[in-house]
């Protein structure tokens, strides 16, 4: 047991002598790792140029500043307008005054509502390669009671809402 306590003894010290006996400075660790933080800085600096457009496009025609933004359509429709193959990022304005980023690779879903004087929703919509706005007519009763002289009878009220497409813009 004795001749088993030795070698356990000195491996116990050597692991608390050895860390004191290597010193390593800031200045080393900067020098190890100076070729990783070269690799790392340049590969952020493509990632940056690579990304460095704006997520909104300028307005203005011909702009300098406008991140690769092309203008797809402009106008006034519920028709569903494709989007070709090739695009990352959709900007759409609608007849609502609003504009919506829209990555291509989004689920289909609705992006803008209008309440319409029925109670129910027109929609904006993104259907994975489309985009379309949409028009509704709704014709709601109004039932009039009669009284003894009249008969009941009913009316009906239409409600039209639109909301349509102004301008898309791809990027």
Known sequence: MKKLKLPIIAVVMMGFTLPSVAKV???DVYKADAQDRADDLARNADFIA????PLT???NPGASDDGGW???YTGNTVSPITIPSGVANLYVTT???QSYFIPV???PSNFASIKGGWGGYVYARWTGHQIKGESKTVQTPHFHFGDRHHNSYTTYDTHTQRIGITRIMTQ
């Not at 690579?50 to 457009?53: A, L, Y």
Request: proline share 11%.
């Open 105 to 107: 690779v989004a689920p």
């Open 95 to 97: 007849t609502t005054g």
């Open 50 to 53: 690579r990304h460095n457009s």
């Open 57 to 59: 496009p300028n307005q």
């Open 70 to 72: 092309k203008t797809l």
């Open 25 to 27: 400075t800031l200045d």
